[in-house]
T-cell receptor, first 112, second 115 residues
Framework: GENVEQHPSTLSVQEGDSAVIKCTYSDSASNYFPWYKQELGKGPQLIIDIRSNVGEKKDQRIAVTLNKTAKHFSLHITETQPEDSAVYFCAANRDSGYALNFGKGTSLLVTP | SAVISQKPSRDICQRGTSLTIQCQVDSQVTMMFWYRQQPGQSLTLIATANQGSEATYESGFVIDKFPISRPNLTFSTLTVSNMSPEDSSIYLC????????????FGSGTQLSVL
């Protein structure tokens, strides 16, 4: 099946620093790329997404970039805070439809 | 965003038994999705539940093991049948956002442990 690769699997940063999580996808038909944040005991929460006709999108401290040619997309979190600590998943839609293929997740720890 | 309620939030079950998980949404949606998240792993789509027709299952998942009901546009159930310890996972219901079908929202999940 089509895969979404996500790196790193774990990331530890100091409060105030930036965090970057990178993903690659293989399905050429993918045109929608969401990012989810999952806290312990909760379901994934959509935090930002990007469509293939856009190269970058920003929402306050988080931003996502997409390189469709290289099939790369990244999540950038600036001025990290302890409450940003969670598992982050990237995803890409399959066959331009609703079903999502997820990356394996990045466990982000922001230390005070 | 839709409000998605899942029941139960967690359960501990004996092998060989079955558990039915309920998903209730506060608005009508055409499609509902069931995902599985094995311990420390990513999310895997089990099936798409469509109202008025049979669910569509992904490769590796079969109706006999994971029967799904979709009696109306706001409700669905997923049953995990004849459970084994390998079925221990978080099971998540997901629905698309109104007017933006690509955006998927997830319920809080059902944490299932099979002994």
């Amino acid at each position: 099946g089509e895969n979404v690769e996500q790196h790193p699997s774990t990331l530890s940063v100091q409060e105030g620093d930036s965090a970057v999580i990178k993903c690659t996808y293989s399905d050429s038909a993918s045109n929608y790329f969401p990012w989810y944040k999952q806290e312990l005991g909760k379901g994934p929460q959509l935090i930002i997404d990007i469509r293939s006709n856009v190269g970058e999108k920003k929402d306050q401290r988080i931003a996502v970039t997409l390189n469709k040619t290289a099939k790369h997309f990244s999540l950038h979190i600036t001025e990290t805070q302890p409450e940003d600590s969670a598992v982050y998943f990237c995803a890409a839609n399959r066959d331009s439809g609703y079903a999502l293929n997820f990356g394996k997740g990045t466990s982000l720890l922001v230390t005070p | 965003s839709a409000v998605i309620s899942q029941k139960p939030s967690r359960d501990i079950c004996q092998r060989g038994t079955s558990l039915t998980i309920q998903c209730q949404v506060d608005s009508q949606v055409t499609m509902m999705f069931w995902y599985r998240q094995q311990p420390g792993q990513s999310l895997t789509l089990i099936a798409t539940a469509n109202q008025g027709s049979e669910a569509t299952y992904e490769s590796g998942f079969v109706i006999d093991k994971f029967p799904i009901s979709r009696p109306n546009l706001t409700f669905s159930t997923l049953t995990v049948s004849n459970m084994s310890p390998e079925d221990s996972s978080i099971y998540l219901c997901s629905v698309p956002a109104y007017g933006a079908n690509e955006k998927l929202f997830f319920g809080s999940g059902t944490q299932l442990s099979v002994l």
